[in-house]
């Protein structure tokens, strides 16, 4: 096994042809999400519905801290396997519960998602279609795509296309367009972005997670790289001890992680929280929600703290009592602002 630091879910491209040309690197990116009970996990922007009894799930037991507010639909009684330093199962936890939220009353299988830049979907889309929901991948790395499908054969309700989403029919549209890990691959994430919404259906969600520019994700591989880590790891991954930690991983499931095949597409954009909140309103998109990833998960983390199953628990947990800004990455929930809700919905300006 090579010890890695993982990679990004979504990666350069799977937006408009223009997008395709990337800057060469490594393409490490933070990949976020979990449950929560006792501080609440996420930030509702427009939160005018009443909340109900806190839901304490079976899935959500690796969590004694956090609070939990009650989901719209019933979730699924386990997800993907335990947490890690990445916020893996924290990202899809509040994916899950942004659809079961605020497109309340529909059944999974009724749901359409376009992931953009979905990689080999191991980490979003398969574990969606998983749920039920009716999953479109779209990337332009022939590589990713072919394990997507390897990976999703078993499920009908997923479709992994090799392109772009200019290449999806313009009549086709989802009431899900999620970019996962993409748009600080790109020279133009505004245009991806825009791109991405032309085939979300009125009503629709457009799910963003990304890389906090200034974290301790992106300080931490700086260094990492700087300092010529990795050469020092070949060199000691033959050792006893660094072969019974990589056993470790393997049993939590914590091992490298790629959810993309494509390794050559680094990170060109460094986000801050003002600067997404401006290209989302530049865009006519109004912010539902907003979550924290991670607190420390650089490739120098994963190869020392990681290895504790305390720590990644605490690790997940502590952004929620943080502000926001100190987070390793952030997901954010957004809708049109044109969208007007019926009685029942949260109501957008």
Request: with cysteine; net charge neutral.
């Amino acid at each position: 096994m090579t010890l890695s630091v993982a990679y990004g879910a979504g990666i350069c491209g799977s937006l408009p042809r223009s997008e395709g040309a990337c800057r060469s690197g490594s393409c490490l990116a933070v990949l976020l999400d979990l449950s929560h009970r006792g501080d609440q996990s996420v930030h509702d922007v427009h939160d005018t519905f009443p909340r109900s009894t806190p839901l304490m799930a079976p899935d959500l037991e690796f969590y004694p801290s956090s609070t939990v507010e009650a989901l719209t639909v019933q979730l699924p009684d386990s997800l993907e396997g335990p947490e890690n330093a990445w916020g893996y199962r924290k990202r899809l936890t509040f994916m899950r519960r942004a659809i079961a939220d605020f497109l309340p009353g529909r059944e999974a299988g009724s749901i359409q998602i376009l992931d953009v830049g979905c990689g080999n979907g191991s980490q979003v889309a398969v574990p969606l279609a998983r749920h039920g929901f009716q999953i479109t991948g779209v990337d332009p790395h022939l590589a990713s795509i072919e394990h997507a499908r390897q990976l999703a054969k078993e499920f009908s309700n997923a479709a992994f296309l090799c392109g772009y989403t200019a290449d999806l029919p313009p009549q086709r549209l989802f009431d899900v367009v999620i970019l996962s890990e993409v748009l600080e691959h790109l020279d133009t994430p505004e245009q991806a972005l825009e791109e991405s919404l032309t085939h979300l259906a009125e009503h629709g969600l457009v799910l963003v997670t990304v890389p906090n520019g200034y974290g301790e994700f992106e300080i931490d591989s700086w260094l990492f790289r700087r300092l010529g880590l990795a050469r020092l790891l070949e060199l000691l991954k033959s050792s006893n001890r660094l072969r019974g930690m990589a056993k470790r991983l393997r049993r939590r499931g914590q091992e490298e992680l790629l959810s993309t095949e494509n390794q050559e597409c680094g990170h060109v954009q460094f986000f801050t929280l003002s600067r997404l909140r401006a290209l989302f309103a530049g865009l006519s998109l109004t912010t539902l929600r907003e979550g924290a990833g991670t607190l420390l998960c650089g490739p120098m983390i994963y190869h020392t703290l990681a290895y504790s199953n305390r720590f990644v628990r605490w690790n997940a947990r502590i952004t929620d009592r943080l502000p926001l800004v100190l987070a390793s990455g952030w997901y954010f929930v957004l809708r049109r602002e044109s969208y007007r809700s019926d009685k029942n919905g949260p109501r957008v300006a």
